[in-house]
């Protein structure tokens, strides 16, 4: 292995601005980066795109950047968990990308979610352990609404079958989950965890999104989530793969749609992306 020198302990940059973990650097990522968990997946999102190229591939993260319908965009795995997931957006961030959607996949937690539906996020319960070294836990794990907006138009464009609402992410896939550890184990504090989160209304658990939007939140960026259906906590079905090729399919859309917005947005001036600019775009649609 050869040795490099990084700019110090706690800026831990390469001279030519490639950061630690992902081994990127300014210019190869696009502000817009979809954010599967699998490495595997990064290369299935990249080949609905009209071209792309691997970009650097280290530890659990890969990334790939290519041309969306004309859009410059990025995938990077985040691997499993919060803690991967933070130093991902931190690290994307510091190389220009702005705007990240997770796209992975989720155990349902009511039956009226399918094996194969997809689950669009308007926030989080903050279950995970890595938001919390950020801020305090009142602090809530919101998408953006704007993402939400692309991804739900997404989806409609594509028809697809989805459910929008709040999901609840955690570090442990197990018994954090409710599901039985080994030999059994599961804390008294588990047991009817999945009954209070479907008695508030919360519609799935997954792993990455509470970390994913607060991050968003606290540093001015823009944060959404879609995921397919795997798994169903209330039926006990479980399919591998399930609906994984339709969230992909959404993504990209919506990184699509919401490049489209962004510069319609900028065109009249406005500093963010509102309902007169989103109302226009339609118009315009419907006349094309």
Not at 65 to 84: H, L, Q, R, W
Not at 176 to 200: A, C, D, M, N, V
């Amino acid at each position: 292995m050869v040795e490099e020198k990084l700019k110090s302990a706690s800026q831990p940059v390469s001279a030519e601005g490639r950061v630690y973990h992902l081994a990127v650097k300014p210019g190869d990522v696009s502000r817009y980066v979809l954010l599967p968990g699998d490495p595997e997946r990064v290369p299935r999102i990249a080949r609905y795109w009209d071209r792309s190229w691997q970009v650097a591939s280290h530890r659990e993260y890969v990334t790939y950047s290519g041309y969306y319908k004309g859009v410059f965009i990025s995938a990077t795995s985040t691997g499993i968990g919060g803690p991967a997931t933070a130093i991902a957006v931190e690290e994307l961030a510091r190389v220009g990308a702005d705007t990240f959607i997770r796209v992975g996949t989720t155990g349902a937690l009511t039956r009226e979610i399918k094996l194969g539906d997809l689950v669009i996020s308007t926030g989080a319960v903050r279950m995970d352990g890595t938001s919390r070294h950020y801020v305090i836990p009142e602090y809530p794990a919101v998408a953006s609404y704007d993402v939400v907006l692309a991804l739900i138009e997404a989806a409609e464009e594509l028809g697809v079958r989805y459910h929008v609402g709040l999901t609840a992410s955690s570090d442990s896939f197990y018994v954090g989950q409710e599901r039985p550890g080994f030999k059994g184990y599961l804390p008294p504090f588990q047991k009817g965890l999945i009954e209070f989160l479907r008695s508030i209304r919360v519609l799935n658990f997954e792993m990455e999104a509470a970390t994913i939007f607060t991050l968003a939140n606290i540093y001015g960026l823009r944060a959404g989530a879609v995921c397919a259906a795997i798994a169903n906590r209330e039926t006990e079905e479980f399919v591998v793969d399930a609906g994984v090729e339709d969230a992909i399919r959404v993504a990209n859309e919506a990184v699509k749609i919401l490049s489209e917005w962004d510069d319609a947005a900028l065109k009249k001036g406005r500093p963010g992306i509102t309902p007169s600019v989103i109302g226009e775009w339609f118009e315009k649609r419907k006349r094309a």
